[in-house]
């Protein structure tokens, strides 16, 4: 069956760095653009950033741009958030999504307090 | 900057009917921004139940249909379950530097 299932979350300080990582499975991972999404405690989905099948077209939200980098590996059918110079803000739980097929996965939570 | 909004919250008897909207402050919600509508249950992740304004995966169940209506993406519930209480996301695709923006969120209950 379909399974996303994200790590690399936990407790940085501000201006620290944190690796997410998203391990796909049950689908063809090199057909379907993936995108990060975040929930601050008790808000809403906010997206953050995607990356195309081939790993050659990235988008990224305003507020993480130029302090965010995704990136995918199609052999390892992995994708990843490389989150740099954290903020208080950025706390939240972040989910993976394939893009046609809609899968989500479970999140991982990234927690940015001194 | 687009603003996508939702309902806050709407209240639905069981086995009642709701409609969720879903509206861009840029203008008309067309086909041409792909909408999609969410299912957050408490406690869960996220689940995609509409995309491209009406299509269905097979786990959506059959009483949610998506629309475009008035202006705006619509999400119809008919005959509403206990276990729809959840919050309903919708999301529109835009062209240029920031593609997707999800909406505010609708809290449904169900009473």
């Known amino acids: 069956q379909v399974q996303l299932v994200e790590s690399g979350g936990g407790l940085v300080k501000p201006g620290g760095s944190l690796t997410l990582s998203c391990v796909a499975s049950g689908f063809t991972f090199t057909d379907y653009y993936m995108s990060w999404i975040r929930q601050a405690p008790g808000k809403g989905l906010e997206w953050v950033s995607y990356?195309?099948?081939?790993?050659?077209?990235?988008y990224y939200e305003d507020s993480v741009k130029g302090r965010f980098i995704i990136s995918r590996d199609n052999a390892k059918n992995s994708v990843y958030l490389q989150m740099n110079s954290l903020r208080v803000e950025d706390t939240a739980v972040y989910y993976c999504m394939s893009h046609g097929n809609d899968y989500w996965g479970q999140g991982t939570l990234v927690t940015v307090a001194s | 900057q687009a603003v996508v909004t939702q309902e806050t919250s709407l209240t639905v008897s069981p086995g009642g009917t709701v409609i969720l909207t879903c509206g861009s402050t840029t203008g008309p919600v067309t086909s041409g921004h792909y909408p999609y509508w969410f299912q957050q249950r408490p406690g869960q992740a996220p689940r995609t139940l509409i995309y491209?304004?009406?299509n269905k995966h097979p786990w959506t169940p059959a009483r949610f249909s998506g629309s475009l209506l008035g202006g705006k993406a619509a999400l119809t519930l008919s005959g509403a379950q206990p276990e729809d209480e959840a919050d309903y996301y919708c999301?529109?695709?835009?062209?240029?530097?920031?593609?997707?923006?999800f909406g505010t969120g609708t809290k449904v209950t169900v009473l």
């Open positions: 491209n304004a009406s």
């Open positions: 990356i195309s099948d081939s790993g050659r077209t990235k």
């Open positions: 999301m529109l695709s835009y062209s240029g530097a920031r593609p997707r923006v």
